[in-house]
């Protein structure tokens, strides 16, 4: 038996979920990113109030580690973080884009032959955060942020199928023209982080909480404007 507050805030979609054995019991969201602070508190809350579950009852919280936003990443484990504390109970961060793959595989039917699963979380300008998965989740290729050009998984794609997904694949399908590249629109569903977070818990796959920190996979980049020269 699992009792799990599931807390995802690492795209501009966000979501928490109360879920037993891997079923989401109650969801909120939200979609206003800059939002994701204030909304995240608030939706506990009122989780808390139409499902009578205290949270001193959950056996653990999990949060989606990256990557993904940077202030979204902080919130979304600064709160996790903060609840196991308080509440002595385990952590579980599952990364997003292996969330966002199952989620993909929720939604997609196929088409009748093998094919890899490309999940892309916009990293501005051409870049990603992406990675590589086969339909049973293995990692083909480990995440990684990508600059994105015509030569971009040229070899992975003269051998096989390929479904790219998720907020960054709007701008690789506008350069990409293989035959062998497929686009689907796919968010992370609520319903597919409750699973995976349910099958690690059975696993007893939990976070240390005194050193887990999100996955950024690049350094934040503060941008400044050069002052003007007025000499």
């Not at 990113?33 to 204030?38: E, G, M, N, P, T």
């Not at 990675?131 to 096989?160: C, R």
Request: hydrophobic residues 45%; aromatic residues 8%.
């Amino acid at each position: 038996m699992s009792l799990i507050l599931n807390i995802d805030t690492a795209t501009e979609n966000a979501h928490v979920s109360f879920a037993e054995n891997g079923q989401v019991i109650q969801v909120r969201f939200n979609d206003t990113q800059k939002d994701h602070a204030a909304f995240l508190q608030t939706a506990i809350g009122e989780l808390t109030q139409t499902t009578g579950i205290a949270l001193q009852d959950l056996d653990a919280v999990a949060v989606t580690a990256g990557p993904g936003s940077y202030t979204g990443l902080r919130v979304g484990f600064a709160s996790a973080k903060g609840l196991c504390y308080a509440l002595q109970k385990p952590l579980i961060s599952i990364g997003t884009l292996d969330v966002l793959t199952a989620s993909a595989l929720r939604v997609y039917k196929g088409i009748g032959e093998p094919m890899l699963f490309c999940p892309m979380i916009d990293a501005r300008r051409m870049e990603v955060f992406t990675a590589i998965y086969q339909k049973d989740l293995a990692l083909v290729l480990e995440p990684t942020p990508m600059i994105l050009d015509a030569a971009a998984f040229e070899k992975e794609l003269s051998q096989h199928k390929i479904l790219f997904f998720g907020n960054g694949a709007d701008k690789w399908e506008q350069v990409c023209t293989h035959p062998n590249a497929h686009f689907q629109a796919v968010s992370i569903a609520p319903e597919a982080m409750s699973g995976r977070v349910n099958t690690l818990f059975s696993e007893n796959n939990f976070t240390e909480l005194a050193y887990s920190e999100p996955l950024y996979l690049k350094e934040f980049q503060i941008v400044t404007q050069k002052p003007h020269n007025n000499t």
